[in-house]
């Protein structure tokens, strides 16, 4: 593991924190973002699509044991971005959509994946 990404990892794992602190109410909400479903749906694509990319670009200079480690490592830590933004939106948004988080999670790993199928040149 390089110690890039075990600070980035550090980073994505207190979004995850932060993001359930948030949904439990436990951690107050200093201003909620003005996302909506496109907008959130949106930013979770191109951030799976990015992810998807750097870890493409990073399984080119593993052992074929570690990749398959470091593809859920890659798919699931950085998802908390998502899930952080997820939380942050308004309280009206999350009532009018509560599976939202759900979907953009999923359009988040749909992303991940497109570079992983798509074969190498």
Do not use: K
Not at 104 to 114: D, E, G, H, Q, S
């Amino acid at each position: 593991m390089l110690r890039t990404e075990a600070v980035v990892g550090g980073f994505f794992l207190a979004c995850w924190v932060v993001a359930l602190l948030y949904a439990s109410n436990l951690a107050a909400l200093p201003r909620p973002l003005s996302f909506d479903l496109y907008g959130l749906f949106t930013f979770a694509a191109a951030f799976g699509w990015v992810a998807g990319n750097l870890f493409v670009l990073r399984r080119r200079r593993l052992a074929p044991q570690l990749a398959r480690r470091f593809r859920g490592l890659y798919l699931m830590v950085p998802a908390g971005m998502v899930a952080l933004v997820r939380a942050m939106t308004a309280d009206a948004w999350r009532a009018a959509a509560p599976l939202g988080g759900l979907y953009a999670l999923l359009v988040y790993a749909v992303f991940f994946a497109v570079p992983l199928l798509v074969g190498r040149r």
